[in-house]
């Protein structure tokens, strides 16, 4: 009894100062962050398909990004203070290609269509990711490119990792199903100009990728060394309506990063979309 009373004791003291994690430092760390202890633990239950429901409720892309990102949080695994960091990007690839594979790949629920519609200029990385996230909130999403095949710089480091692009394509496939327009071939300057997007739509999304000589006096937005001027964290742009993502804000050439950028600017114009203050 008194060895007990005396762990019980010294527990009770751990605790009353405790400031440990809330949340596991790989999930912090992961860019989208994932929920992943728990999806380790889907996993090694077998239960593939809940995985993949957790890791959709965060990511768009999961197999694509997995294929060819090093940012996946393993430098923060805690298994690395044992041996070695847990394959967190293998596992999310392994669980999202299986279901692609499946012939019935996971699709995330929507909600009810809200009436509401934005424009998405750029259909790379963050822009994919913005269109995701803004169609499971019940927005209606028109993805805008120049280019004449959907993925911007993903398409290019997927070629440049000698990968199939066939991974990519499905991904892209289920975004689509979900219930996004896309407008490829499309320069936004002339025909089309950004205050014709702000006419037909209820908000415009800028995610063009690092900026080019002319592009922001194209498309009427003011720039300040090569990056859209926009405030980080609401991702405002000084015109109405018009928000900004990824690296044409904030250059940092790492997928998963413009990814969750574009998450945080469709959570921003959700927010806007309903009224509420826009908060980063």
């Known amino acids: 009894p008194e060895v007990r009373a005396l762990r019980r004791t010294s527990l009770e003291l751990l605790l009353s100062n405790h400031l440990g994690d809330c949340a596991a430092p790989c999930e912090s760390a992961s860019p989208a962050h994932l929920d992943i202890p728990l999806i380790l633990r889907q996993v090694a239950d077998g239960k593939l398909k809940d995985a993949m429901a957790t890791i959709r409720r965060e990511m768009a892309l999961p197999a694509t990004l997995a294929s060819v990102s090093a940012d996946g949080g393993e430098k923060a695994c805690r298994r690395g203070l044992v041996d070695s960091a847990a394959g967190i990007n293998a596992i999310l690839r392994f669980v999202a290609e299986t279901d692609l594979a499946s012939g019935d790949p996971y699709l995330p629920s929507c909600s009810p269509a809200t009436g509401k519609r934005v424009a998405i200029?750029?259909?790379?990385?963050?822009?994919?990711?913005?269109?995701?996230?803004?169609?499971?909130?019940?927005?209606?999403?028109?993805?805008?490119?120049?280019?004449?095949e959907v993925g911007g710089s993903l398409r290019q480091a997927v070629e440049a990792a000698r990968l199939s692009c066939g991974i990519l394509d499905a991904e892209i496939a289920l975004i689509a199903r979900m219930g996004a327009s896309l407008a490829m071939n499309t320069t936004i300057g002339a025909p089309t100009s950004l205050s014709d997007l702000r006419s037909r739509f209820d908000a415009v999304l800028i995610t063009i990728g690092c900026l080019v000589d002319g592009v922001a006096d194209q498309l009427g937005l003011p720039a300040v060394r090569d990056r859209l001027k926009a405030n980080l964290a609401t991702h405002e742009t000084d015109i109405p309506c018009v928000f900004a993502a990824g690296d044409a804000i904030r250059p940092g050439k790492v997928l998963a990063r413009s990814a969750a950028d574009g998450k945080a600017a469709a959570e921003c114009i959700g927010r806007y979309l309903s009224g509420k203050a826009v908060a980063g």
């Open 121 to 148: 200029v750029g259909a790379g990385a963050a822009g994919l990711t913005a269109a995701y996230h803004l169609l499971r909130m019940g927005h209606a999403c028109t993805l805008f490119d120049k280019q004449g």
